[in-house]
């Protein structure tokens, strides 16, 4: 090598030679117990949408007191509109905030007050209530596997990465730390003003 070269000495890391035995039924359990997945809480509701408020005002009246009930209502205004009668089982993240709130609110069989939207006024009736539960481990089990899986991956790579560094550092052969780690090393001859070679750490 002449005084206007330098070598670049870079050590390659492969992901295939990165030891990840996945997690242990333990670690897995552990990490179920502490990060426990819920099934959102869902309802099932109908509804009935008046075009008048006054109307609307006065059917709700006749449900309260007993004069009507909800299905005479939808009864009276089927086939009347585009709307569907049922809709869900819907959670309330996603769905339109203000109609989430009232019906949320509500215990199942309950009727709620008036609600505007640009289709008119609406009054809900909650059919049913499917509560939060926690999600059986069969259920999460693959995704919790990923989700170790990955992060002992990224410490042992840390790992290795940190202890190359220090190697280098103290001056070790590059040859030794690749043969130490399982790490491919390259050699290529540049021209370049440097008097000495340097190592560089690639990881892929």
């Known amino acids: 090598m002449t005084d206007?070269?330098?070598e670049i000495s870079t050590l390659v890391f492969d992901s295939k030679n990165i030891e990840n035995k996945?997690?242990?039924e333990d670690e897995i359990q552990k990490y179920y117990e502490?990060?426990?997945?819920?099934?959102?809480e869902k309802r099932l509701i109908?509804?009935?949408?008046?075009?008048?408020?006054?109307?609307?005002k006065e059917l709700l009246e006749k449900i309260k007191t007993g004069k009507m009930t909800f299905d005479d209502?939808?009864?009276?205004?089927?086939?009347?509109?585009?709307?569907?009668?049922?809709?869900?089982p819907f959670m309330a993240e996603g769905f339109d905030p203000d109609i989430a709130k009232v019906v949320f609110n509500l215990p199942e069989g309950g009727v709620s007050e008036l609600v505007q939207t640009p289709l008119g006024w609406h009054i809900f009736r909650v059919k049913r209530v499917t509560e939060k539960k926690?999600?059986?481990l069969s259920e999460v089990k693959d995704k919790i596997v990923e989700i170790i899986s990955t992060k002992k991956f990224s410490e042992a790579m840390n790992e290795i990465?940190?202890?190359?560094?220090?190697?280098?550092?103290?001056?070790?052969?590059i040859q030794d730390i690749g043969a130490k780690y399982n790490l491919n090393v390259s050699n290529t001859t540049l021209k370049s003003s440097f008097?000495?070679?340097?190592?560089?750490?690639?990881?892929?």
């Open 4 to 6: 206007d070269e330098a």
């Open 22 to 24: 996945g997690p242990t």
């Open 34 to 40: 502490e990060n426990s997945v819920f099934e959102p």
């Open 46 to 56: 109908n509804q009935v949408v008046i075009p008048s408020y006054n109307e609307a």
């Open 73 to 88: 209502v939808a009864r009276v205004y089927a086939g009347q509109q585009m709307i569907p009668y049922e809709v869900g």
């Open 134 to 136: 926690k999600k059986d």
């Open 161 to 173: 990465l940190r202890n190359v560094m220090q190697d280098i550092e103290s001056g070790k052969d």
């Open 195 to 204: 008097d000495k070679s340097f190592y560089e750490v690639i990881a892929n």
